[in-house]
């Protein structure tokens, strides 16, 4: 029964099914009553005055409740807090990943829904993305300075979704100082990192894993696509003797350039190009590879790019598999949740028709593991890379 004292939000039947079904989000179409302020944790009741369980609440955002627990007696309070932190810290833990810059908490994934938390190294980078993550964050950062003492915790509270939930944009440092610099090392490729304007909180850590995977196959002259400041570029470019990296923006570049020195890797290359246009312009010119990586930003933001998002896929793998040597490799990776494994493999299977190049699939992998996929989330499901080889 509905708690008198402490606020609460009613929903329908259907919410109460989609909670049955593991979906932590109910949507505001399926909120009935609300007696709660923005960014509380509520009392989720369902039609027939049962409580269904507790979530965070949004007054703005599409997203009206995030479910932080289920059942009528677990109610979600700093403790609760405190063991999923600890639970997830334990977890990244025993990845014994070989790396000092990884996801602590990767959100619903880790029952701590909106909230994201990266660490680099003796510093943290926090995201709360909901009105109710925002309103727990120093009740985490004390968690956080209580259980690893970080030198210093930036809040990178800059996303677009913050403006959904009516809440600012800021970047602010919560605890520490943060150097504008820092160095942090992935297996043997060390990055000098600027979590204050990085994107995402200053690195792709979701590819750790697919580095790995793609140095075991890299060979001979290499395109790093898409490269951003050398993610991909810098651990292959030790495998391969010639070895290009290619970025629209001249940042990225200049980020490539100076992490090629730092890294020991003088011949890697790079260019501040369209990879569209480019990759036309090698064809044109002959130009050949044994490995190329595409590592493209999400071409489908929302559910009304997917078609031009499919045909940005299909063109920049039917170029990198035309500008293959027989028995080269492409790796080729879509972030964009919108387009699942089956649209994207659908994608590749067009790409080999139509370039003519008969491909087999090495290997298919997903986000690395310290960005674990929740089962009843399929989107969570958001990176796709497939290790494809050209047969001849
Ligand atoms: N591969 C990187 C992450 C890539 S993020 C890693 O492993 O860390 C996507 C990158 O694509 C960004 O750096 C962005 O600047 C770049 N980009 C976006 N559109 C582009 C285009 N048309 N041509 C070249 N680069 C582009």
Redesign the pocket.
């Known amino acids: 029964m509905a708690n008198a004292q402490r606020p609460a939000v009613v929903i329908s039947a259907r919410g109460e099914q989609r909670i049955r079904g593991g979906h932590p989000w109910i949507y505001r179409a399926d909120v009935v009553d609300v007696s709660a302020t923005g960014g509380d944790i509520v009392d989720v009741i369902g039609p027939r005055q049962r409580t269904i369980g507790s979530a965070l609440f949004s007054d703005r955002s599409q997203i009206s409740l995030r479910m932080l627990t289920t059942g009528d007696h677990a109610l979600a309070d700093e403790a609760l807090l405190r063991s999923r932190v600890e639970h997830a810290i334990r977890f990244r833990e025993s990845l014994a990943l070989d790396a000092t810059a990884y996801r602590l908490v990767h959100g619903e994934a880790d029952l701590l829904p909106s909230l994201v938390v990266d660490r680099y190294g003796d510093y943290l980078a926090v995201q709360a993305l909901s009105q109710g993550m925002d309103r727990l964050l120093p009740a985490i950062t004390l968690i956080f300075l209580d259980l690893l003492q970080p030198k210093g915790i930036l809040a990178r509270n800059d996303p677009k979704v913050r403006a959904l939930e009516g809440l600012p944009q800021s970047v602010d440092v919560l605890h520490g100082e943060i150097p504008d610099s820092i160095v942090v090392r992935e297996g043997p490729v060390a990055y000098d990192v600027n979590l204050r304007t990085g994107?995402k909180t200053g690195?792709?850590l979701d590819?750790r894993e697919n580095?790995e995977a793609a140095a075991r196959y890299a060979r001979g002259r290499l395109l790093?696509?898409?490269?951003?400041?050398?993610?991909?570029a810098l651990r292959l470019a030790r495998t391969c003797p010639q070895a290009e990296a290619?970025?629209?923006?001249a940042d990225?570049v200049e980020r490539i350039r100076a992490n090629a020195v730092r890294n020991d890797v003088p011949h890697l290359q790079a260019r501040e190009?369209?990879?569209?246009d480019?990759l036309r312009r090698l064809e044109r010119a002959g130009e050949r590879y044994d490995t190329i990586?595409l590592?493209?930003?999400a071409f489908a933001k929302n559910k009304a790019s997917i078609a031009n998002a499919m045909a940005g896929y299909k063109e920049i793998n039917l170029r990198a598999m035309r500008l293959l040597n027989p028995g080269g490799y492409l790796v080729t990776?879509s972030c964009s949740y919108n387009v699942n494994e089956e649209m994207f493999a659908a994608v590749i299977h067009e790409a080999s028709i139509d370039s003519h190049t008969p491909m087999t699939i090495v290997e298919k992998r997903m986000q690395g593991r310290d960005h674990p996929v929740l089962v009843a989330v399929p989107e969570t499901y958001y990176l796709k890379c497939f290790i494809l080889r050209r047969v001849e």
């Open positions: 994107q690195l792709f590819q580095r790093d696509c898409f490269s951003y400041n050398g993610g991909f290619l970025d629209i923006s990225a190009v369209n990879v569209f480019e990586v590592d493209p930003p990776c």
